[in-house]
């Protein structure tokens, strides 16, 4: 085995096209194609998506390796995502690195993207620390797809330890901004609008779920009702409260996340804190841990760098190449799978 192997890793879980290539823990190229379409339909349209894949994957690997100036000969393995995600999605990801692999007589490594969200705070400089977490620590995984804390002991030695019971809080954002007016997905957009409001202004609900499960849809119903009835009295009211609606929201949910993550700890002992996925982003929520961390010293938070929060291709690297040094490949009889699965 080469002392520094060269991975090709390969997203195509949602509406991303990723693709990345890294030698050793160094990022060589990472480019991600985005889909637009979705803005228009509310939400991510897996038909269309997988149709964009296949439309745009070619062009990302041959951008990755031209960025990365290497020869595509050069790649040692490939890796790509198996799931969870979209079924359409992952079929393209999966034929293509597949191809990859039988074209180029390289070995095939598939990662699970919950895993690979958490593993991307061991590419060199990703977070904001720079530096890696130590095991074990607790990963605090929020996505438009999964709302988890989990428990890593080792890279491939992970148990989980709460997850929602309903929908995602990426998910909740996105039905959220709908409702207020903005395209998908909505999170980025109440982060705009939140800037400069009073986040004490208005009162949301939380749940009450007990252990470290997560619930967010009486929120969402709270969130909606309210604004629901401000309406009656005032259809300007999502206008001109625009900035305190934004905020309100963020600092709950943020709450939300933080005494869910306290209780964690409390139940295991384990203070460093590895936040991951597209909801990390959030400035308010990254804040908010961030300034807890600085409070109590017991605490390590980890919090991704902004190109490593998003679904990207690095991820499906890193966890690849963690992979292909133990050994750890896979036989292109491999099929994609849609619900998530312990890894
Ligand atoms: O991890 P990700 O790219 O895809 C999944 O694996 O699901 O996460 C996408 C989610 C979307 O729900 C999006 O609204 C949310 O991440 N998101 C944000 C921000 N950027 C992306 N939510 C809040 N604030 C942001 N800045
Ligand atoms: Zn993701």
Redesign the pocket.
């Known amino acids: 085995m080469k002392k520094k192997p060269i991975i090709i890793g390969i997203e195509s ?2 509406d ?1 096209t990723g693709v990345s290539i890294i030698q050793n823990r160094n990022v060589l190229s990472n480019i991600i194609i985005h889909q637009n379409i979705h803005k228009k339909y509310g939400g991510v349209v897996p038909e269309l998506a997988s149709r964009l894949h296949d439309k745009n994957i070619v062009k990302a690997v041959q951008e990755a390796i031209l960025t990365a100036k290497i020869n595509p000969y050069q790649i040692d393995a490939v890796s790509f995502t198996l799931g969870p995600g979209l079924i359409g999605s992952l079929l393209v990801g999966a034929s293509f690195a597949k191809s990859f692999s039988m074209g180029l007589g390289i070995p095939l490594l598939t990662v699970n ?1 919950i895993q690979a ?1 958490i593993l991307v705070h061991f590419i060199k400089n990703a977070n904001i620390n720079n530096s890696y977490p130590t095991f074990p620590f607790l990963g605090l995984v929020i ?4 709302t988890q804390i989990i428990k890593v002991s080792d890279f491939f030695q992970m148990k989980l330890l709460g997850s929602t019971l309903d929908n995602s809080i ?2 909740i ?2 039905k959220i901004a709908i409702i207020l007016g903005f395209y998908y ?4 957009m ?2 705009y609008y939140s800037k400069n409001g009073n986040e004490k202004k208005f009162t949301f609900s939380k749940p009450t779920v007990n252990g470290l499960d997560f619930s967010f849809s009486g929120f969402k119903s709270n969130v909606l009702q309210f604004i629901k009835n401000k309406l009656k009295d005032n259809t300007f009211f999502i206008k001109q409260n625009i900035s305190d609606i934004c905020a309100s929201i963020e600092k709950t949910i943020a709450e939300i996340l933080l005494e869910k993550v306290q209780k964690a700890v409390l139940k295991t002992g384990i203070y460093t804190i590895v936040l991951a ?3 990390s ?3 308010k929520i990254r804040k908010t841990f961030m300034s807890f961390g600085t409070k109590d010293n017991r605490y390590k938070i980890f919090i991704p760098k902004k190109e490593y ?3 990207n291709g690095a991820m499906i690297a890193i966890t690849g190449l963690m992979k292909y040094k133990r050994n750890l490949f896979d036989s292109i009889h491999v099929t994609p799978y849609a619900k998530f699965k312990m890894f």
């Open positions: 879980s949602c991303d993207h969200h996505s438009g797809g999964h990426g998910e954002l996105d997905p909505g999170g980025p109440i982060e996925g597209g909801v982003a959030n400035h929060t998003t679904d």
